[in-house]
């Protein structure tokens, strides 16, 4: 594939900043766990655009894809506990909406 | 070809991202992002990283994404419930004017970013066709990177126990 890293850079901002818009708009705490996941995704991307622009044949980068890995597996943590509290918050209150817990409001 | 295969498969990771946002349904959104999921696996494979598109697929579309799916059947939300905010005028509140600024934002400054980062150009010929070698890999985690490593599998650990203790019904306080 000939195509430049910047372009991969590119996709990454939009998907990052399609999770931003998401993480601020939806009042649903599960769709904003999906937005979070959307932007380590993109995260994901970029350290692989920057591996891909670092390498040549006889020397590959291979930080973009190690770190990946460990977005990944701090994604997959992060996923667990988020799930976790919506089931607790759930629980207290029959809604997974962020205005629901609002007790400590100013 | 691939180059044409790169672009659609990014406008099809973008739509995805797009339905996550508008969807009504939790389910929907959770269908938009496999779909977003499944082209950026495409897109790792076309950019060389065979390995991180597996990983990507396995990790993200099999076991995220169960993780999501099971926590809204569990608490029954998949329906298109009117307790859902958002459906009718996404963009109407000044909450949510105020969010597209600040997204917009973002990935202006991400664009430009990009835009300006000094990358080496890429070789003769375009970049190498495989770049995430498993041996390599393997050899980089248990040796220069055996620290992180072992302080992820510690965070799988903590993360463990802290779901546990999270998710699990306290008998005294349920019963009231």
Do not use: W
């Amino acid at each position: 594939m000939n195509v430049p890293s910047e372009h991969l850079f590119f996709l990454s901002a939009g998907l990052f900043a399609l999770g931003v818009l998401g993480f601020l708009v939806r009042r649903n705490v599960i769709v904003a766990l999906m937005c979070v996941e959307l932007m380590l995704n993109a995260a994901n991307l970029a350290f692989l655009a920057a591996s891909r622009s670092h390498s040549r044949a006889d020397a590959l980068d291979l930080q973009g894809p190690v770190f990946s890995i460990f977005v990944i597996t701090v994604a997959a943590a992060e996923a667990a506990v988020g799930l976790a509290l919506v089931i607790a918050l759930y629980r207290l209150k029959q809604s997974v909406e962020t205005d629901s817990a609002s007790e400590m409001k100013g | 070809m691939s180059e044409f295969l790169f672009y659609l498969l990014s406008v099809i990771a973008l739509v995805g991202g797009l339905g996550v946002i508008f969807s009504k349904s939790p389910m929907g959104s959770v269908l938009s992002l496999l779909l977003s999921f499944f082209a950026l696996a495409v897109v790792y494979l076309l950019a060389g990283f065979a390995f991180m598109a597996a990983v990507q697929i396995l990790v993200y579309a099999g076991a995220i994404m169960v993780l999501f799916l099971f926590v809204i059947m569990l608490l029954n939300l998949g329906g298109m419930g009117t307790r859902f905010e958002l459906s009718a005028a996404p963009l109407s509140s000044s909450r949510a004017k105020l969010a597209a600024v600040v997204a917009a934002g973002v990935g202006l400054a991400g664009l430009i970013a990009a835009q300006r980062a000094s990358l080496p150009a890429l070789p003769e010929g375009g970049a190498p066709e495989r770049i995430d070698d498993i041996q390599q890999i393997a050899i980089a985690l248990f040796g220069r990177y055996s620290l992180p490593f072992q302080a992820v599998s510690l965070l799988l650990l903590v993360t463990m126990v802290a779901v546990l203790v999270l998710a699990k019904r306290r008998g005294k306080e349920s019963a009231q």
